[in-house]
Every structure is written in structure tokens, then in C-alpha cells.
């Protein structure tokens, strides 16, 4: 075990105009590793990078052929030697010592993920998105739906114990929204999560990403291919895993899809009307313990596809 106490990931790829931003922010982390995962970039990204390593001795250098942000994820993972982890994008930034500010308070806490707020960063304009401060016992189903209304899915608000990660767990290749089923996964092997209010992390809203695209695109429909991952999870925490599956097939499946045909304004084809109606199941919406409004919403739209 190395003798820092966290390893973060940076996966890189095409990121010349933001990479500086994200590795200064990186730099005063005290007590990490900081793994540079350049992702077959075509610009001047590892270059960039690079030049990060010879001025931190915190700072790793790894290059592979291009595989995607899962593969570099993945990749990185490999190379952790500490008790903790994190991944961090290289188009955002953090506040300073972020990671090792939450991996204390794990370590300090007995803590098996840490979660912070976040800021979603425009060109014009800032806007905070904290969380509800609170510790969830994961052995206690009302708590664990507690905690699911509470958290994001993301990556790179949180920080891990390493060994959550058992040789079944990884970011899955080629999906939009990977981090849906991994993050799924890894809050069925934790005993106590936390969510701290403070916004640390800073999140780009770049033009052209996957959340920011302008017309609708059918891999948002990847979700339920990630959701089948987790179904599929081989755990012997089986009602553990049918709880936290039911509420995110319920609120990252449906609800997030049918939002998203209704804002590129692309319900009413019948294509997209029918893959939602397939996609509602009765039975999982009798067994969702959470917010009944997106039992609501989801019934709305159902009923608005045969007409």
C-alpha cells in the first residue's frame, strides 16, 4: 500500500484548452497521487501533461491507444496503490485539496464514499448545486432511499475506498452515462455513505458534450444498457442491489429519458413513444420507494404515448 492516503484519475483526451485549469486545481492536493491517463489525444493534452510531471512528483504519466473516458478510468484504476480514489475530469477543476479534505473525512468517519456539492460552471455564469449533508447507513433500506434522492451518479464528486472496486467492478465501455451502473454498483458494496454540503468540485458546461448537445441523440438511450449491467451484478446482496436498481432504472432510466424527449421536443415520434412504453414496466414502479412524483410523471407520459 502506497503511503499516500488517495490516488486520483484524470483520464485526458483532447483537452489542450482546459487541461492547465484542472492539473494547477490538482496540484495542491496534499496527500495524493494524481495519475495523468492520456487517452491517445491528437492535440497538445499529453504534452501538457507531461510537462505537469516534471514539475510535481505527485503527478503519473500513463498513455494508451484511445479507448474512450471508461478505458481510461479503467486504466488508471490498475495503478492505485492507496486506500482511497478519485477521478476527476480533465475539462474541470476542483477547490483546493478537495480530494484529500473528503479522504480524510473517510478515513476519519469510517466512511466508504464521500460525496460533495458541485458547481456547474458556464462561460457567463456559476451556479452552486450542494447536497444535503447527511451520513446513510446502507444496511437500512429507508436510509438508502434517503441517500439515493440525495446523490448524483457522477464519478468525480466522490471519493472511494479503493477496495470497493472487486474484479466485477469497472466502468463499462462505449455507453453514455457509465457512470450510472458502476456508481450503482459501488453503493451495493458500501456499509455508510456521505454527503457533504460544500461545492468543491467545479464542472464545465462545454458546447457539443453529451449533457449539452443540441439535437436529441439515441445513445441517451445507453442508460438502460448500463441499468442491465447492474441488474446483472453477481452480489449476495441481492435486496440491497433489486432496491438500488428499481430506484435508478425509476429515475436515471425513465424519468431522465422522457425528460430529455420532451425538451429536444422529440416525443411525440412514434419511435421514441414506443421504446418508452416498452421501457415502463408496472411492477417496477409498484415496488419504487421513492418520490411518488416520478411515479406521476412517468404514468403522464406512458398514457400520453397512444395518444
Given at each position: 500500500?502506497?503511503?499516500?492516503?488517495?490516488?486520483?484519475?484524470?483520464?485526458?483526451?483532447?483537452?489542450?484548452?482546459?487541461?492547465?485549469e484542472?492539473?494547477?486545481?490538482?496540484?495542491?492536493?496534499?496527500?495524493?497521487?494524481?495519475?495523468?491517463?492520456?487517452?491517445?489525444?491528437?492535440?497538445?493534452?499529453?504534452?501538457?501533461?507531461?510537462?505537469?510531471?516534471?514539475?510535481?512528483?505527485?503527478?503519473?504519466?500513463?498513455?494508451?491507444?484511445?479507448?474512450?473516458?471508461?478505458?481510461?478510468?479503467?486504466?488508471?484504476?490498475?495503478?492505485?496503490?492507496?486506500k482511497?480514489?478519485?477521478?476527476?475530469?480533465?475539462?474541470?477543476?476542483?477547490?483546493?485539496?478537495?480530494?484529500?479534505?473528503?479522504?480524510?473525512?473517510?478515513?476519519?468517519?469510517?466512511?466508504?464514499?464521500?460525496?460533495?456539492?458541485?458547481?456547474?460552471?458556464?462561460?457567463?455564469?456559476?451556479?452552486?448545486?450542494p447536497?444535503?449533508?447527511?451520513?446513510y447507513?446502507?444496511?437500512?433500506?429507508?436510509?438508502?432511499?434517503?441517500?439515493?434522492?440525495?446523490?448524483?451518479?457522477?464519478?468525480?464528486?466522490?471519493?472511494?475506498r479503493?477496495?470497493?472496486?472487486?474484479?466485477?467492478?469497472?466502468?463499462p465501455?462505449?455507453?453514455?452515462?457509465?457512470d450510472?451502473?458502476?456508481?450503482?454498483?459501488?453503493?451495493?458494496?458500501?456499509?455508510?455513505?456521505?454527503?457533504?454540503?460544500?461545492?468543491?468540485?467545479?464542472?464545465?458546461?462545454?458546447?457539443?458534450?453529451?449533457?449539452?448537445?443540441?439535437?436529441?441523440?439515441?445513445?441517451?438511450?445507453?442508460?438502460?444498457?448500463?441499468?442491465?449491467?447492474?441488474?446483472?451484478?453477481?452480489?449476495?446482496?441481492?435486496?440491497?442491489?433489486?432496491?438500488?436498481?428499481?430506484?435508478?432504472?425509476?429515475?436515471?432510466?425513465?424519468?431522465?429519458?422522457?425528460?430529455?424527449?420532451?425538451?429536444?421536443?422529440?416525443?411525440?415520434?412514434?419511435?421514441?413513444?414506443?421504446?418508452?412504453?416498452?421501457k415502463?414496466?408496472?411492477?417496477?414502479?409498484?415496488?419504487?420507494?421513492?418520490?411518488?412524483?416520478?411515479?406521476?410523471?412517468?404514468?403522464?407520459?406512458?398514457?400520453?404515448?397512444y395518444?
Amino acid at each position: 500500500m502506497d503511503t499516500k492516503l488517495i490516488t486520483i484519475i484524470v483520464p485526458i483526451y483532447n483537452v489542450e484548452k482546459y487541461i492547465k485549469e484542472c492539473l494547477d486545481s490538482l496540484s495542491h492536493e496534499k496527500n495524493a497521487n494524481i495519475i495523468l491517463v492520456n487517452d491517445g489525444s491528437t492535440d497538445n493534452s499529453g504534452l501538457i501533461a507531461k510537462e505537469y510531471t516534471l514539475k510535481h512528483s505527485s503527478f503519473f504519466y500513463l498513455e494508451k491507444e484511445n479507448g474512450g473516458l471508461s478505458s481510461a478510468r479503467n486504466e488508471g484504476i490498475l495503478h492505485c496503490k492507496t486506500k482511497y480514489i478519485a477521478f476527476c475530469d480533465s475539462d474541470d477543476w476542483v477547490e483546493r485539496n478537495t480530494y484529500t479534505k473528503l479522504a480524510e473525512l473517510a478515513e476519519e468517519e469510517n466512511i466508504d464514499i464521500v460525496s460533495c456539492g458541485m458547481f456547474l460552471n458556464y462561460d457567463d455564469r456559476e451556479i452552486e448545486v450542494p447536497l444535503k449533508e447527511g451520513v446513510y447507513n446502507l444496511d437500512n433500506k429507508n436510509e438508502i432511499v434517503k441517500l439515493l434522492d440525495n446523490i448524483k451518479v457522477a464519478a468525480w464528486d466522490k471519493v472511494y475506498r479503493f477496495d470497493l472496486f472487486n474484479s466485477k467492478i469497472d466502468y463499462p465501455f462505449g455507453l453514455y452515462f457509465e457512470d450510472t451502473p458502476t456508481t450503482g454498483r459501488l453503493l451495493i458494496e458500501s456499509k455508510k455513505v456521505k454527503l457533504v454540503s460544500s461545492s468543491y468540485y467545479h464542472y464545465r458546461q462545454r458546447e457539443g458534450s453529451i449533457i449539452n448537445q443540441k439535437e436529441f441523440n439515441k445513445k441517451y438511450f445507453d442508460i438502460f444498457e448500463g441499468l442491465k449491467i447492474l441488474k446483472n451484478y453477481e452480489t449476495d446482496k441481492n435486496n440491497k442491489k433489486e432496491l438500488i436498481y428499481n430506484y435508478l432504472y425509476i429515475r436515471k432510466g425513465l424519468v431522465d429519458s422522457i425528460i430529455r424527449l420532451f425538451n429536444f421536443q422529440v416525443f411525440h415520434h412514434k419511435e421514441y413513444q414506443m421504446y418508452i412504453r416498452n421501457k415502463v414496466n408496472f411492477s417496477y414502479l409498484l415496488k419504487f420507494k421513492g418520490n411518488k412524483k416520478y411515479i406521476l410523471y412517468i404514468i403522464y407520459a406512458w398514457v400520453r404515448t397512444y395518444f
